[in-house]
């Protein structure tokens, strides 16, 4: 069972492109988190989505950033017209199922190493 | 609005010495808390967990963890560091989505 994915591993865009990262969550997952991780500091939560819905998006960025989870395919995260300050590491996460419990765990990828230039 | 506090920064350790990485939070209820390793350009791995029950928890590679809920605390500890624990440890606290403290780099010197 391959854990969750998330491609690629390391981007590189210009002030002004767009960036586009997937995430495809482990076999099994239906819920997918987003977050950000700036120099130096924990992660930031950004959205949260279930298949074809978008469940928490508070943490997102109100312009430039959005995410989907269509009901075939990956998650993608969509950075739009990318600036400095959007250079981070992104990850994602899975879970069975939307609330913690005993038995459940979001599991990580390796994350989405962002820059900017 | 729920809160992490991993107070130190950076963390040095002998190998063989033990080690504590304290975690303070803020939360309305009875929070879930998590502790998470990172290591260098890697993702993060679950250390242990807490949901209610017993308040010392035990995790994989030999951590354990606390809870106080009189204190706010959830500290990480091991009793004895080995060099492949040098990393990044996060606390976190959340039902679903997670806030995270800023981490702990841990350094194990020989």
């Known amino acids: 069972n391959a854990g969750v994915m998330q491609n690629p591993r390391h981007l590189v865009r210009r002030r002004g492109q767009e960036a586009r990262l997937r995430c495809s969550p482990m076999?099994?997952?239906?819920?997918v988190y987003w977050y950000r991780q700036l120099p130096e500091e924990g992660l930031k939560f950004m959205v949260y989505?279930?298949?074809?819905?978008?469940?928490?998006e508070s943490g997102m960025p109100k312009e430039r950033f959005s995410a989907e989870f269509p009901k075939e395919g990956p998650s993608i995260l969509r950075i739009q017209q990318v600036v400095r300050g959007d250079s981070a590491a992104y990850f994602c996460?899975?879970?069975?199922?939307?609330?913690?419990?005993?038995?459940?765990?979001?599991?990580f990828g390796q994350g989405t190493r962002l820059t900017v230039v | 609005a729920q809160s992490v506090t991993q107070p130190d920064i950076h963390i040095t350790v002998s190998e063989g010495a033990s080690l504590e990485l304290r975690c303070n939070y803020s939360?309305?209820?009875?929070?879930?808390l998590f502790w998470y390793v990172q290591s260098p350009g890697q993702g993060l791995q679950l250390l242990l967990k807490y949901f209610s029950g017993d308040t010392l928890v035990q995790g994989i590679k030999g951590f354990e963890a606390e809870f106080k809920r009189s204190q706010s605390s959830f500290n990480l500890r091991k009793p004895s560091v080995h060099w492949s624990d040098a990393a990044e440890y996060f606390c976190?606290?959340?039902?679903?989505?997670?806030?995270f403290g800023k981490g702990t780099m841990l350094l194990v010197s020989p």
């Open positions: 996460a899975s879970s069975s199922e939307g609330d913690r419990t005993e038995n459940t765990e979001a599991f």
């Open positions: 076999k099994g997952h239906s819920h």
């Open positions: 939360y309305g209820a009875t929070p879930y």
């Open positions: 976190a606290v959340g039902y679903s989505t997670l806030t």
């Open positions: 989505l279930q298949k074809e819905n978008i469940i928490d």
